[in-house]
């Protein structure tokens, strides 16, 4: 049986190698057959994005924390792609800076993350790509690239799956030093705070709200984290829902003790802004997950349609998440053009019923825009997803480009991109 990714639901077809150094990655990338090369990251994705019969190139030779690079104007740091967002936050804090939004999990790699659109929350935060400055990949024809923001091709290259090449390095924005205070709510009236829902969202720097739908009518946990710096305090209540007054998982009655501390003390941005606090390994093989982003303008109908679903999601279903997402220009980001809510599906490990149910979902959410999550379960095909994404004709001319022979793609990229 060969190497599966982080959940054990893909079983990798080809061989993962570890390279170094740059001059490595483009060794491989030369020799590397039409379709017989992809990268690698900390294999927190749950689709195919990765897969290949030829090589995976697994980012993890190029995460060393000593490879940090901060400008002499402390306003941008240059990092190697495979170096987790928890060790970079970590290495970062101790200079006293700060990078403006995390994830949920911090186990995860800069390259990886931003490659799929990944995000954390907030009204005025953007996907964690966003915070990308220059970016750095040997392409297809064994080449070392370096884009800047301003290029003519930074916008297609940097939400980019992996199709233009391998990332080896990246700069990223990055901020004095903030605290957050983290205050969880209980049992908010579902249909009371969908009206809301633009104040709702607008309580703090970033917002989340879980729901199994279980009670449709209610959603279950809503996460307050306010910068201490510029936030107003933690209301005393929210739509009659005060705050805990227990630590929360965000899947009640699962012990909270791998997740972030709340009950409104402050603390540091790395120890707060994710919902999972790094020295904890998240359980293998324990869940699926699927996401769609839908346009600020329509998230009140994409979340009534899911509550109409909500008897057949249930049971297959460990929690929804509910974030915010601020629009950009990156071609192949789920917020490109508009603001997002990112509707997210945390499953029992079920795939075979889950992908059945998955169908049923996108009929209702992709009429109102939802764009998938790259690296989640989905089963929207080119056709469906190149309404969704006006420059696409331009991305798959610029992963031409960048890769005439087709090393980098595989069948997810055909599948779902066109290539």
């Known amino acids: 049986m060969g190497e599966v990714n982080w959940a054990g639901n893909v079983t990798f077809a080809g061989a993962v190698v570890t390279p170094a150094s740059v001059a490595e990655v483009q060794r491989l990338v030369s020799a590397a057959e039409p379709g017989g090369l992809r990268p690698l990251g900390t294999r927190h994705s749950f689709s195919s994005i990765a897969d290949t019969p030829g090589i995976l190139v697994s980012s993890g030779?190029?995460?060393?924390?000593?490879?940090?690079?901060?400008?002499?104007?402390?306003?941008?740091?240059?990092?190697p792609a495979g170096i987790r967002y928890g060790e970079l936050a970590r290495a970062l804090e101790q200079e006293g800076l700060a990078l403006a939004n995390l994830a949920s999990l911090p186990h995860i790699s800069?390259?990886?993350?931003?490659?799929?659109?990944?995000?954390?929350?907030?009204?005025?935060?953007?996907?964690?790509?966003?915070?990308?400055?220059?970016?750095?990949?040997?392409?297809?024809?064994?080449?070392?690239?370096t884009l800047r923001r301003g290029d003519?091709?930074?916008?297609?290259?940097?939400?980019?799956?992996?199709?233009?090449?391998?990332?080896?390095?990246?700069?990223?924005?990055?901020?004095?030093?903030?605290?957050?205070?983290?205050?969880?709510?209980?049992?908010?009236?579902?249909?009371?705070?969908?009206?809301a829902f633009d104040e709702v969202v607008a309580l703090g720097y970033s917002v989340s709200m879980f729901t199994t739908w279980r009670d449709p009518d209610t959603i279950d946990q809503l996460w307050v984290k306010r910068r201490t710096d510029r936030d107003a305090p933690a209301p005393a209540s929210v739509l009659g829902a005060a705050p805990s007054r227990l630590e929360m998982h965000p899947i009640a009655g699962v012990d909270p003790v791998h997740c972030t501390a709340q009950l409104g003390a402050a603390g540091r941005w790395l120890d707060r802004l994710p919902h999972f606090r790094l020295e904890f390994t998240p359980?293998?093989?324990?869940?699926?997950?699927?996401?769609?982003?839908?346009?600020?303008?329509?998230?009140?109908?994409?979340?009534?349609?899911?509550?109409?679903?909500?008897?057949?999601?249930?049971?297959?279903?460990?929690?929804?998440?509910?974030?915010?997402?601020a629009a950009d220009e990156l071609w192949l980001s789920g917020a490109f053009g508009h603001d997002a809510v990112?509707?997210?599906?945390t499953w029992h490990p079920r795939q075979r019923e889950v992908d059945a149910l998955l169908p049923r979902i996108e009929d209702r959410l992709l009429p109102l825009g939802a764009r998938p999550h790259w690296g989640k379960r989905f089963t929207a095909g080119a056709t469906a997803l190149a309404a969704l994404y006006p420059r696409?004709?331009?991305?798959?001319?610029?992963?031409?480009?960048?890769?005439?022979?087709?090393?980098?793609?595989?069948?997810?990229l055909r599948d779902t991109v066109g290539l």
């Not at 970016?135 to 064994?142: K, M, Q, S, Y």
């Not at 990112?342 to 599906?345: K, N, R, S």
């Open 392 to 412: 696409l004709d331009d991305f798959r001319e610029l992963a031409h480009r960048h890769d005439p022979r087709g090393v980098f793609v595989n069948d997810f």
């Open 283 to 325: 359980s293998n093989g324990a869940e699926l997950q699927s996401e769609y982003l839908v346009p600020r303008a329509n998230a009140r109908a994409a979340l009534g349609a899911v509550h109409e679903l909500a008897t057949d999601i249930a049971p297959l279903l460990q929690v929804t998440e509910i974030r915010e997402v």
């Open 342 to 345: 990112a509707l997210h599906f």
């Open 152 to 195: 003519a091709d930074f916008a297609g290259s940097v939400v980019a799956l992996g199709a233009l090449g391998v990332v080896t390095r990246l700069e990223l924005d990055v901020e004095p030093s903030f605290e957050v205070a983290q205050t969880v709510y209980r049992d908010l009236p579902f249909e009371e705070t969908l009206e």
């Open 110 to 145: 800069v390259a990886g993350a931003v490659a799929t659109g990944t995000h954390g929350s907030g009204v005025t935060n953007g996907s964690l790509a966003t915070a990308v400055g220059a970016i750095e990949f040997v392409d297809g024809t064994g080449e070392v690239v």
């Open 61 to 79: 030779g190029l995460a060393d924390v000593s490879a940090v690079r901060i400008s002499p104007d402390r306003v941008t740091v240059s990092v």
